[in-house]
Structure formats: C-alpha cells, structure tokens
C-alpha cells in the first residue's frame, strides 16, 4: 500500500491550500481515509476523517476552516484548507484504514506565516 501526499506549502496567515493525497494497492472504496498532522514537539493528532461511507469529522480546531474529500475512481483523498492560521503549522499526513490494516504516507509539509 502506499499512500503519496502532496500539496503543502508556504502559506501567509488567512491563505488556503489543497493536499491531495494518492493511495495504491489498496481497496480504496472500503477504506476510511484521514489526515493527521503533527507539529513539531508535539504529537500526532487527527485532523479529519472521511469514512468508506462518506460521513465526515473533523477536529475542533479545523471546523469551518477545512473540509475532506475523496474521489474513489481516482483513489484519492483531499484536504481543502480555508483561512490558514499559524497554529495550523505541521506536517500532514494521509492515513487509511483499509480492510487489511492501518496505513500512513510520507508527509506534507504546511507552513503558516503570521
């Protein structure tokens, strides 16, 4: 399985992004599909999750701001990211839960300049 994020940046304060994130050897359509970002010193933690079933939730800290997709045909998982703070500063990453186990990408980088 692999999981191949992308779409992070250098972004000012209020400014908006787009991850993408691609998945392979995987049963994409039975899969729940997250973002998780981690800042540095601090842990792991989840920002949304989109179900097989397209329900959706998301951290408090990004309701209203941030919104989940996902195309099944294309196997892909998106992350629009509205008014940017820099407390949304982190490295983010794509997590499926798949039939067969739990899964993670690389990472993308997303700075917030205030």
């Known amino acids: 399985v692999q999981l191949q994020a992308s779409g992070g940046g250098l972004v000012q304060t209020g400014g908006s992004l787009r991850l993408s994130c691609a998945a392979s050897?995987?049963?994409?359509?039975?899969?729940?599909m997250g973002w998780y970002r981690q800042a540095p010193g601090k842990q792991r933690e989840l920002v949304t999750v989109i179900t097989s079933g397209g329900s959706r939730r998301y951290a408090d800290s990004v309701m209203g701001r941030f919104t989940s997709s996902r195309d099944n045909a294309k196997k892909m998982v998106f992350l629009q990211m509205n008014n940017l703070k820099p407390e949304d500063t982190a490295v983010y990453y794509c997590?499926?839960?798949?039939?067969?186990?739990?899964?993670w990408g690389q990472g993308t980088q997303v700075t917030v300049s205030s």
């Open positions: 050897g995987i049963s994409f359509s039975l899969a729940d």
């Open positions: 997590n499926a839960i798949g039939v067969l186990g739990n899964y």
